[in-house]
């Protein structure tokens, strides 16, 4: 077990791997099995929840249970910010980003979703989408902007996965 965010979560239950899957144009893709498997680990929903990622421009997603998680996350950061005098529109703001912001995608046996029509312009998803698992949560990329992040490892990852679908970065 390790302790992440205020919370134990085992390891068997993290989201490990990488993958580049199809978006057809109706938004529809599988998802893959490394991220469908923790999640029906931890949740008894077959869905995922999908939102910005607070820093990078790609969206993260987890299962329905992790919401206690995030929970726990913006109210230790607000004590953190009210401690240091910080406008209280803050938390707000991160209330609303963290649970407001979001959408709920459900999975048919086959693993396949609809991407929400917000989450694919917020990802900025066309025909690919790179999966980055993440530890407690997973990545939702489009490839050609993880090619031009400043991590350099990422770029490797999403050059060496285009490469392997037979795609020009």
């Known amino acids: 077990m390790f302790w992440g965010g205020g919370s134990v979560v085992e390891l068997q239950h993290l989201f490990n791997g990488s993958a580049l899957n199809a978006v057809d144009g109706k938004g529809r893709l599988s998802i893959p099995a490394f991220v469908r498997s923790i999640v029906e680990r931890r949740s008894p929903e077959r869905a995922i929840i999908l939102g910005k990622h607070e ?42 980003r963290t649970f407001g912001f979001t959408e709920t995608a459900t999975y048919d046996s086959s693993g396949r979703i609809n991407l929400p029509p917000m989450m694919r312009k917020v990802g900025q998803i066309e025909d690919l989408v790179l999966f980055i698992g993440a530890g407690e949560t997973f990545e939702m990329w489009n490839p050609r902007l993880a090619l ?18 037979g795609v020009a970065p």
């Open 148 to 165: 031009e992040s400043e991590d350099p490892e990422l770029r490797a990852w999403a050059a060496y996965r285009l490469e392997e679908r």
């Open 55 to 96: 820093v990078d421009p790609c969206l993260v997603g987890y299962d329905a249970n992790y919401n206690s998680n995030l929970l726990e996350d913006v109210r230790r950061r607000r004590l953190r910010e009210e401690e240091q005098g910080a406008d209280v529109r803050l938390h707000h703001s991160r209330s609303r």
